[in-house]
């Protein structure tokens, strides 16, 4: 689809979307972690 839009941008999609996600489960983690108390000593008051 993104070569019908634009034919000579030479951008591929999957590895962009593989990216992303890699990126948003790292992001995800990282937000669990804290969410969850795990690791959070810094937090303690």
Same mark, same amino acid.
């Not at 030479?10 to 962009?16: E, R, T, W």
């Given at each position: 689809?993104?070569? *019908?839009?634009?034919?000579?941008?030479?951008? *591929? &999609?999957?590895? +962009?979307?593989?990216?992303? !996600?890699?990126?948003?489960?790292?992001?995800? &983690? !990282? !937000?669990?972690? !804290?969410?969850?108390? *795990?690791? +959070?000593?810094?937090?303690?008051?």
């Amino acid at each position: 689809m993104l070569e *019908k839009v634009l034919p000579h941008a030479m951008l *591929k &999609a999957k590895p +962009n979307l593989v990216s992303r !996600i890699r990126t948003f489960k790292r992001d995800w &983690a !990282i !937000i669990y972690d !804290i969410l969850s108390g *795990k690791d +959070n000593r810094d937090f303690e008051s």
